[in-house]
């Protein structure tokens, strides 16, 4: 018996790959060790599928003659960083955001969906989002490697009401907007008709009660300047009516 393990040398991460012999031999018992990144360490020619160096070693048996024999392997790994951090960013539906990827260690990327891209097959590409989306970038590095990461783009319509009834009925008493849980760094300002402002608060985490400093406000139009992110800027009225 003569084990001869055909050399895999540097590999790409996360991949599957075989490892084999180049010659036939027949044996009762086979045992890769250690059994890390091995998909069945007992058969011939496993499937390996590893994200740092390893050495295997294969012993093999052949119970009928008595004889045994072992072999040993090393397996390199290609370093492949991530193509692009995975992250959450907000983006107002209507606007737009330039995405970017690692293009320092890669030679070609492709976005999936394409949807809302300006182009999915650049690292940099723009995206104008009509709602949430996620999108996966996968990187091919010049050794033909191929790593994925994910990006999440959250971009839900803010729902403004123009009005509201803070009048203690358990209806309506404050200004819900819908959506804005999704922005967690908004900004709300509202003013009166002076100019002055009567309530601000970043991170709507609790709807405006139409009072200021405690007290109720007289009913009327007031005017409100929202920011779902430091970028993006909305405008408009909203009446309190008790």
Request: one cysteine or more; hydrophobic letters at 35%.
């Amino acid at each position: 018996m003569n084990l001869n393990i055909v050399p895999l040398g540097t590999i790409c991460p996360n991949t599957d790959y075989h490892l084999s012999l180049f010659n036939n031999v027949y044996a009762d018992k086979y045992l890769w060790a250690p059994a890390k990144g091995l998909d069945d360490p007992t058969v011939l020619s496993p499937t390996v599928n590893i994200s740092e160096p390893m050495e295997y070693v294969l012993f093999a048996e052949d119970e009928y003659y008595g004889c045994y024999d072992s072999a040993r392997t090393k397996i390199d790994v290609y370093y492949v960083p991530q193509i692009i951090s995975p992250d959450t960013f907000v983006v107002v539906p209507g606007s737009e955001m330039q995405l970017f990827a690692n293009d320092s260690n890669y030679t070609a990327c492709i976005w999936t969906p394409s949807t809302y891209l300006d182009n999915a097959g650049v690292f940099d590409p723009i995206v104008r989002p009509e709602s949430s989306i996620t999108y996966y970038v996968t990187g091919i590095t010049g050794d033909l490697c191929h790593v994925t990461d994910t990006v999440y783009i959250i971009s839900d319509m803010l729902k403004v009401p123009s009005g509201f009834t803070p009048n203690d009925d358990e209806y309506n008493n404050t200004w819900e907007i819908d959506s804005a849980d999704k922005y967690p760094d908004i900004l709300v300002q509202v003013f009166n008709r002076w100019g002055q402002k009567v309530f601000e608060q970043k991170g709507y985490s609790k709807a405006w009660d139409g009072t200021r400093n405690g007290k109720p406000l007289p009913i009327g139009t007031y005017y409100y300047v929202i920011f779902p992110t430091k970028d993006t800027k909305i405008t408009g009225t909203v009446t309190i009516v008790r």
